[in-house]
C-alpha cells in the first residue's frame, strides 16, 4: 500500500486567501514534495485562518489532522512552514508533542525532520521562538501604525459611520 503525504495549507487571513496565491504555492510545493517521495496526496487546506491563538477552536481541519495522529493513521505530514502549524508556542508545544509521540515525520521544502530526533527538535523548537517573536513584534508594529495614523486625523479604518463618506 503507497504511504499518504497529508498536505496542510494555510494563510493567515481571508485577505491573503482571496487575493493571495499562498495557498497554491504551498499546494504545490507540497505536490512536489509528495513526488518526490512517490506519496499519494491528501490536502488540508485550512484556508485564511490565524496560527496565534492560544488553541484550535478556528482551525477544524489541523485538529482533525491530530486526531487521525493520535489513531495512528498519519505518519507523513507536509507544511511549507512550521509556522503554518502554530505560532503559539502552546498550541505548537502540544502539535511537536502530537508529531513525536506518534513518529510522524515532518516535511518541508527543505527535507524531511524527524521531530524524535534530538537535535532537529532543538532546531524546530528556536525557529518556532523566533516565529512566535515575530509575530508578536509584527502585530504590535501594526497598532502603534494605526494609532499613529489616528493621531494624524486618518480614519481607523472600516466603514465610515452612516451618512460619510471617506476621501
Known sequence: MKETLHIYTRVSTGVQQDDGTSLETQLEEGNKCGEKLGMGIKVWDEGGESGSKNDLTNRPKLSEILDLIEK???????????????????????????????????????????????TTNLLIGVLSEISEYDNKIRTERFRLGKINKIKQGFWKGGPPPYGYKLK
Open 72 to 118: 495512528g493513521e498519519i505518519k507523513h505530514l507536509y507544511v511549507w512552514n512550521t509556522d503554518r502549524l502554530s505560532r503559539n508556542l502552546n498550541t505548537w508545544g502540544m502539535i511537536r508533542y502530537k508529531l513525536i509521540q506518534n513518529d510522524v515525520s515532518l516535511h518541508t521544502p527543505t527535507g524531511k525532520q524527524q521531530l524524535s530526533d534530538p
